[in-house]
T-cell receptor
């Protein structure tokens, strides 16, 4: 069993739709990261969370530490949002990092 | 301005021939990470340096070594590449552990 589970694995949306990607984890964490990876390999860090909620433009990330769950929301989705979104956690023991397998998002014009 | 630079972007090596991948950063960050990412998989952390303190992940093969001669540079050495080591290798940095990581563009390694 993976320490970090993401859902859905694949997601197709129409332009303008509100999108939610979910991440659940099973370890104690000091931080949770949401990453975006475009085709060709480039990875961009979107958010780092340890509690509450963060917003950047059309992106919103929330985390519930008690439930060990985080969500990434994209409002008014656009084709340029098409990418793989990866959830990763820094465990609070042993300097361990755990990654989810990613959610592949395709936004259709 | 590039902040995390990886060279080369593409590397072809022969089975068993040692190869070194390079990462440099202009951010003066304390922490540097090396990840391996195979096709359609999430990145896998190989090791990281906190300053000069080397931290190896438990399941990183001995075939993979790393050097950090100074704050700006970190190298990934693959002593005897196998076909299964063909992957994208990503370098990242962060100011401190548990802070935002900044990724380089990656080096795609092909093993013939």
């Amino acid at each position: 069993k993976n320490e970090v589970e993401q859902s859905p694995q694949n997601l197709t949306a129409q332009e303008g739709e509100f999108i939610t990607i979910n991440c659940s984890y099973s370890v104690g964490i000091s931080a949770l990261h949401w990453l975006q990876q475009h085709p060709g390999g480039g990875i961009v860090s979107l958010f780092m969370l340890s509690s509450g909620k963060k917003k950047h433009g059309r992106l919103i990330a929330t985390i519930n530490i008690q439930e060990k769950h985080s969500s990434l929301h994209i409002t008014a989705s656009h084709p340029r949002d098409s990418a793989v979104y990866i959830c990763a956690v820094s465990a609070n023991t042993g300097n361990q990092f755990y990654f989810g397998t990613g959610t592949s998002l395709t936004v259709i014009p | 301005d590039a902040m995390v630079i990886q060279n080369p972007r593409y590397q072809v090596t022969q089975f068993g021939k040692p190869v070194t991948l390079s990462c440099s950063q202009t951010l003066n960050h304390n922490v540097m990470y090396w990840y391996q990412q195979k096709s359609s998989q999430a990145p896998k952390l190989l090791f990281h340096y906190y300053d000069k303190d080397f931290n190896n992940e438990a399941d990183t093969p001995d075939n993979f070594q790393s050097r950090r001669p100074n704050t700006s540079f970190c190298f990934l050495d693959i002593r005897s590449p196998g076909l299964g080591d063909a992957a994208m290798y990503l370098c990242a940095t962060s100011r401190e552990r548990d802070e935002t990581q900044y990724f380089g563009p990656g080096t795609r390694l092909l093993v013939l």
